[in-house]
């Protein structure tokens, strides 16, 4: 089946860049997402890129696909003590979703 | 409004009781969706709706059992639960379930079975 890995720790200092990996299997994922929770909260959608990009910019948020290497990855510029929270990649395939364990993201002051 | 909501925010129950949660969404969406996430986990997939009509049951088992009123809700239904379904559950809205329509997640249920 399908399987989404990531890091599971990150942790920068405020006003550094961030950068979260992500690696999947599944070859014909169309679509593939980073999702923000923060503690007690549900799922909140940063951005997503379709396969046939290479990147994405969106504000302080680039993401990059290599499809060759099955690898995505968010850069988060000037990252903030409020950017704390786990971060989850996920592909879609035919209407489901599959999640990575989720990277804790920790920024110190 | 790109608002999901659902309630209770908490619930307590016995393995003896049952009770429902409910979610919903007045963004027009037709698609809907049930999540599971365990502490620390990220959300497993329990159930899809597409146009109120069930498309997708990830296998899981019947003391769980999901109702689509209408386009605007979707409830769960739990009847004899064990200790071991205490997590956090999600609701989730989207356009359609197909393509890349995003979905809205709402601030979940936590539940726990004691």
């Known amino acids: 089946g399908e399987d989404v890995e990531q890091s599971l720790f990150l942790s920068v200092r405020e006003g550094d860049s961030s950068v979260i990996n992500c690696t999947y299997t599944?070859?014909?994922?169309?679509?593939l997402y980073w999702y923000k929770q923060e503690p007690g909260a549900g799922l909140q959608l940063l951005t997503y890129i379709f396969s046939n990009m290479d990147m994405k910019q969106d504000q302080r948020l680039t993401v990059l696909l290599n499809k060759k290497d099955k690898h995505l990855s968010l850069r988060i510029a000037d990252t903030q003590t409020g950017d704390s929270a786990i971060y989850f990649c996920?592909?879609?395939?035919?209407?489901?979703?599959?999640f990575g364990d989720g990277t804790t993201l920790t920024v110190k002051p | 409004d790109t608002e999901v909501t659902q309630t209770p925010k908490h619930l307590v129950m016995g393995m003896t009781n049952k009770k429902s949660l409910k979610c919903e969404q007045h963004m027009g969406h037709r698609a809907m969706y049930w999540y599971k996430q365990k502490a620390k986990k990220p959300p497993e997939l329990m159930f899809v709706?597409?146009?109120?009509?069930?498309?997708i049951n990830e296998s899981v088992p019947s003391r769980f059992s999901p109702e689509c009123p209408n386009s605007s809700l979707l409830n769960l239904h739990l009847h004899a639960l064990q200790p071991e379904d205490s997590a956090l559950y999600l609701c989730a809205s989207s356009t359609e379930s197909s393509g890349s329509y995003e979905q809205y997640f709402g601030p979940g249920t936590r539940l726990t079975v004691t």
């Open positions: 599944d070859s014909s994922s169309t679509y």
């Open positions: 996920a592909e879609k395939d035919a209407g489901k979703s599959t």
């Open positions: 709706y597409s146009y109120e009509k069930l498309s």
